[in-house]
């Protein structure tokens, strides 16, 4: 991910996002608690989950996410 593509998604912490995921798999609608570091913090279900940043390929908030200013 891009120094540009990781300030995007930081942009939406505290928002809710769809995560897309190198082996394929996706993240929807998780809650995204934080992006610092080498792994994002997302809560989904009652549950928190560490994602290496190397690991998404993509991203997209989810319908309402608001981006902070």
Known sequence: MTAERHFELRRL????????????SRLDDVNLVSTRGRSLWVF???EDIFVPVTDVVDF??????????
């Open 60 to 69: 997209w908030p989810a319908a309402g996410a608001r981006t902070a200013a």
């Open 13 to 24: 912490e505290g928002a809710g996002v769809h995560l897309a995921l190198a082996d394929g």
């Open 44 to 46: 989904d279900g009652g």
